[in-house]
Structure formats: C-alpha cells, structure tokens
C-alpha cells in the first residue's frame, strides 16, 4: 500500500480532527514526542520523517495545533501494524488515543485485513478495550530488535 498515494482520511468531532494529510503533520512536534518516549528514544527527525513518508500517519487537531499521532504500517491487504501512537501531556485524559486507533481501524484502506498487532509497555487496557489482545501464540513470534539504535548513532555523532 503507497499510503502517499491515499486521499486523506478525516473525521471530526466536537471541535477536534483526525487527519491523514500528511501535509497537516508537525513532524518537529512528532519527533519530539517520539524522541522522548520509551520505544524511540532519540530518534533524529529525519527518521521520523522517512518513517512517516513508508506509511499512513494520523494526527488529531484542534485547530491548527496537533495533539497527537498514530502510525499504521500495513500491505493495505493482510496485516497491519499500530505504532508510534502518542498524544501530547496537556491533551491526555480526553479519550484522543482511543480514538486515533477507533480512526486507523476505521481507514477504508485498512478493512478486511486479517492481523493488526502493536507493542505496548503500559497501555494494555487502552488497547483490550479496542479488541487487541496478547499473543495467542508468543512462542511463534521471534524479533530482531535494536532498542537504543537512535542513542547510540547520536554518541558517535
């Protein structure tokens, strides 16, 4: 799936706007939420913004100014992958994280598809009370997974 290729996808809600349009992105407000999170720490912006570029990104906004992100990266045919999902501190408590998944699940390019996974630390009943739930089967899962990769590529500088 060419994700840049999409019309953006937008719904709306009491003042607020889930977008696809990747020309609403603040990818400098992006990586800097991302560069500071447990899974991407560091993460220089030009990564964020080839990362975006690869794949369907959601921004929710009250006017102008963006309160959060979600990325999908999926074939658009069987699988789909939640990630980089992150709403900024002041804008937490209002149900905005729930609803860029309930968006991304909602995409009409992302319909019928047979798996969507994510990895989260700490948000297991955000995510159980949208339909994820742990691996059936773990043990056939493996990984190849280089945490720090941003930390350490910014100390050899």
């Known amino acids: 799936m060419d994700a840049r290729s999409l019309p953006p996808f937008e719904a709306a809600r009491g003042g607020l706007l889930v977008s696809t349009d990747p020309a609403r992105l603040d990818l400098d407000a992006v990586q800097r939420w991302l560069a500071g999170s447990y899974w991407s720490p560091g993460i ?12 369907l990104g959601f921004g929710v906004y009250e006017g102008r100014r963006q309160l959060g992100v979600a990325r999908v990266v999926s074939d658009g045919a069987t699988f789909a992958y939640l990630c980089d999902v992150f709403v900024d501190e002041p804008a937490r408590g209002r149900g905005l994280c729930t ?18 996974l994510l990895a989260t630390r700490d948000a297991h009943e955000v995510y159980r009370r949208l339909g994820f ?3 059936a089967r773990p043990e056939g899962w493996m990984e190849l997974a280089v945490p720090d990769i941003y930390l350490r590529a910014e100390a050899r500088g």
């Open 133 to 135: 739930q742990p691996l």
């Open 44 to 55: 220089p912006r030009d990564t964020v913004r080839r990362a975006f570029e690869g794949s």
């Open 99 to 116: 609803w860029l998944v309930e968006c991304a699940r909602a995409h009409p390019s992302l319909q019928g598809l047979r798996r969507w």
